[in-house]
T-cell receptor
Framework: EAGVTQFPSHSVIEKGQTVTLRCDPI?????LYWYRRVMGKEIKFLLH????????ESGMPNNRFLAERTGGTYSTLKVQPAELEDSGVYFC?????????????FGSGTRLTVV | GENVEQHPSTLSVQEGDSAVIKCTYS??????FPWYKQELGKGPQLIID?????GEKKDQRIAVTLNKTAKHFSLHITETQPEDSAVYFC???????????FGTGTSLTVIP
């Protein structure tokens, strides 16, 4: 089966610009998660979708971040306007069950650099 | 909320030696502890996990131990090989939560 796909793999944008990250989960996985790793720090939870509904968005840093999951398939994460501290690697993960019989399956991430 | 600490942040070992990475957690409700390996240019990949009703689990050269009382869990890699070089993350989760809490990662280098 295809894994979790993220696009783009890298993005460099200027402060104040908008960037949209995309995640295609494994087909049939209802649960989709966004995480972020700022350089040298832990991987931190951003939000969790169950199908098209936001189950938990307690990790979203502020209202400059908007996540959507249209039709319960792929998800997008938009940052508008981007700030320097938004730089990091954004990971998407999916699972069938909330706990996941074998944890999550992660995508390879999008490395975002805001200059 | 949960706080997971991971040590060391970097670790270099000679090929064939063992490597140990340690994590602590703060929330006694956490009951699932996976370990992820992230190779360059890839996303974290689950390599082993342990649940709170088990004290130790082994899979070939890797093993994980859990001390619920002390809230410690550790990853042990024996007979290390160059392909074990990667960043390793520990994580913790409870039944009631949606999210995993990750450690800050350990960059392991196995020197041939």
């Amino acid at each position: 089966e295809a894994g979790v796909t993220q696009f783009p793999s890298h993005s460099v944008i200027e402060k104040g610009q908008t960037v949209t990250l995309r995640c295609d989960p494994i087909s049939g996985h209802d649960n989709l998660y966004w995480y972020r790793r700022v350089m040298g720090k832990e991987i931190k939870f951003l939000l969790h979708f169950v199908k098209e509904s936001k189950q938990d968005e307690s990790g979203m840093p502020n209202n400059r971040f908007l996540a959507e999951r249209t039709g319960g398939t792929y998800s997008t994460l938009k940052v508008q306007p981007a700030e320097l501290e938004d730089s990091g690697v954004y990971f998407c993960a999916s699972s069938q069950a909330v706990e996941g019989a074998h944890g999550y399956t992660f995508g390879s991430g999008t490395r975002l650099t805001v200059v | 909320g949960e706080n997971v600490e991971q040590h060391p942040s970097t670790l270099s070992v000679q090929e064939g030696d063992s490597a140990v990475i340690k994590c602590t957690y703060s929330d006694s409700a956490s009951n699932y502890f996976p370990w992820y390996k992230q190779e360059l240019g890839k996303g974290p990949q689950l390599i082993i996990d342990i649940r709170s009703n088990v004290g130790e689990k082994k899979d070939q050269r890797i093993a994980v131990t859990l001390n619920k009382t002390a809230k410690h869990f550790s990853l042990h890699i024996t007979e290390t090989q160059p392909e074990d070089s990667a960043v390793y993350f520990c994580a913790a989760k409870s039944n009631t939560g949606n999210q995993f809490y990750f450690g800050t990662g350990t960059s392991l280098t196995v020197i041939p």
